[in-house]
C-alpha cells in the first residue's frame, strides 16, 4: 500500500572458525564449513532497510549512515552498479536482481525505466542503514545486500525465501566484482549459533545445524566473551583476491590450511554441543593461527599490540572476518579476567575510536515486515 513501510532488519555475524572455506574456487571443490553466530549490536540489529513506493517514476536510495542520496530515472544510470565510483552499486545491483534492468529479467517488454515503473504503479524508495564502521569483519556489506534485496522482494512480491536470498545475495557479490564467500549473509540471514555445511558443486547449498547457546548466553556473553572494536580498518578484497588465486593455481601449502581451517570448524562446533568452554577457546586460538598462516597480514602490528597489553588475561581471541582490523573477539579467562581487559582498554585505548560493545545472541536472524 501506498502509506506502507517494508522494514528489513538483520543481525551481522561473528565468525568463530571455518572462514575462507566457504569462498569459491574452494567451497565448489571441497565444500565449506563454517560456524558463526548471528548477533545483535547493542541491543538493536545493526543492519536495516526501509522500502517504500513513490510518487515519481524513479528509483531513490539514501544512505541513513553516510547521509547521501541518488535518483535513477534510466536503465543506463541503473546499469552503473559495476563503477568503482557508484554510491550505491549495492542498492542498484539489488534493483538489477529485482527485474529492474532488461537482462535480468526474460520477454522483457518495456522501452524505459520510466515505463516499467508506471506499470509497475510506482517508483521504489529505499533507504539503507548500516551501524557499524566500514571495515568492521562482521559481514557487513554482504548482509546489507541481503537485507536489501529481502525488502526489495517483500516490496515487489518477489516471494524469495531465505535460501533464495542466500543465492541471489552471491550473485550480487558478484556483479559488484566484491567476490567472497558465502558466511556473511548466511551467519545473519539464520538465526542464532549454527554450524553452515555445503558440498562440492556449483550449486552451494547451505545445511545448517544449530547448537545449544549456553556458551553465549547470559553467563558468558558480555561477561567472559568480549566483542572490542579495534578503530582499525582493512577492506577484504585485497587479501580475497591473493588468496583465491592460490586456491585456483593448487598451491599446496593454500589448500592444506584451509581444510585445516574446515577442520577446525567442526572441532569447534563439538566444542559448543559440549558446552565446554575450554575447548572452544582452544578452537578460537586455532582459527587465529591457521588464519595467521593463510595470511601474514591478518595480525598486523597494531593488533598485536592490543593483544599484548591483555594477553595474560585471555584464554583465545581472534580478529572476525579476513583480519587486519575491525572487531576482536576475545575469550577471557573468566568474568573476573574479562573485567581487567576491560579496564586496560577502556583506560588506555589504542586509539580514540576503539571500544567495546555489547552482543546477544539473534533469536530471529533477518526480519521482514511491513508498517
Known amino acids: 500500500m501506498e502509506d506502507q513501510i517494508v522494514w528489513a532488519r538483520s543481525p551481522v555475524r561473528l565468525d568463530l572458525a571455518g572462514g575462507w572455506t566457504d569462498t569459491p574456487p574452494y567451497c565448489i571443490e571441497h565444500g565449506g564449513t563454517v560456524l558463526n553466530l548471528a548477533v545483535d549490536i547493542n541491543g538493536q540489529p545493526p543492519i536495516q532497510v526501509f522500502a517504500r513506493l513513490a510518487d515519481r517514476p524513479e528509483l531513490i536510495m ?11 530515472r534510466t536503465y543506463e544510470e541503473l546499469d552503473s552498479f559495476g563503477r568503482p565510483d557508484s554510491s550505491f552499486g549495492l542498492a542498484k545491483a539489488a534493483f538489477a536482481l529485482a527485474g529492474f534492468l532488461p537482462r535480468f529479467q ?21 533507504s539503507l542503514l548500516a551501524a557499524v564502521p566500514k571495515g568492521s569483519g562482521l559481514g557487513t556489506s554482504s548482509i546489507l545486500a541481503s537485507a536489501a534485496l529481502a525488502a526489495l522482494g517483500d516490496l515487489c512480491g518477489m516471494g524469495w525465501d531465505r535460501n533464495a536470498l542466500f543465492t541471489r545475495t552471491l550473485a550480487l557479490e558478484q556483479m559488484l566484482t566484491t567476490g567472497g564467500g558465502w558466511q556473511d549473509q548466511a551467519g545473519a540471514i539464520f538465526r542464532g549459533i549454527k554450524l553452515i555445511e555445503t558440498v562440492p558443486g556449483l550449486v552451494q547449498k547451505p545445511t545448517i545445524h544449530w547448537l545449544p547457546e549456553h556458551l553465549f548466553g547470559h553467563d558468558y556473553a558480555n561477561r567472559a566473551i568480549l566483542l572490542y572494536y579495534t578503530g582499525l580498518t582493512r577492506l577484504a578484497k585485497n587479501i580475497l583476491a591473493e588468496i583465491v588465486r592460490g586456491v585456483f593455481l593448487n598451491s599446496p601449502s593454500h589448500l592444506a590450511v584451509v581444510a585445516q581451517i574446515g577442520a577446525n570448524a567442526a572441532a569447534a562446533a563439538a566444542a559448543v554441543e559440549k558446552c565446554d568452554y575450554d575447548l572452544l577457546a582452544a578452537a578460537i586460538r586455532n582459527s587465529w593461527r591457521l588464519n595467521q598462516q593463510l595470511d601474514a597480514g591478518t595480525n598486523p602490528p597494531e593488533v598485536r599490540q592490543i593483544l599484548s597489553r591483555v594477553q595474560d588475561h585471555l584464554a583465545g581471541a581472534k580478529l572476525l572476518g579476513a583480519g587486519g582490523g575491525g572487531y576482536l573477539l576475545m575469550l577471557a579467562k573468566d568474568a573476573e ?8 582498554l577502556t583506560l588506555t585505548p589504542p586509539n580514540p575510536r576503539a571500544r567495546f560493545v555489547d552482543f546477544s545472541l539473534s533469536d530471529t536472524g533477518l526480519q521482514v515486515t511491513r508498517s
Open 106 to 126: 526474460p520477454d522483457f517488454r518495456f522501452a524505459s525505466l520510466e515505463e516499467q515503473l508506471r506499470e509497475f504503479g510506482a517508483g521504489i524508495e529505499i
Open 337 to 344: 579476567a574479562a573485567v581487567k581487559v576491560r579496564q586496560i
Open 62 to 72: 539514501r544512505s541513513i549512515d553516510l547521509g547521501i542520496e541518488e535518483r535513477v
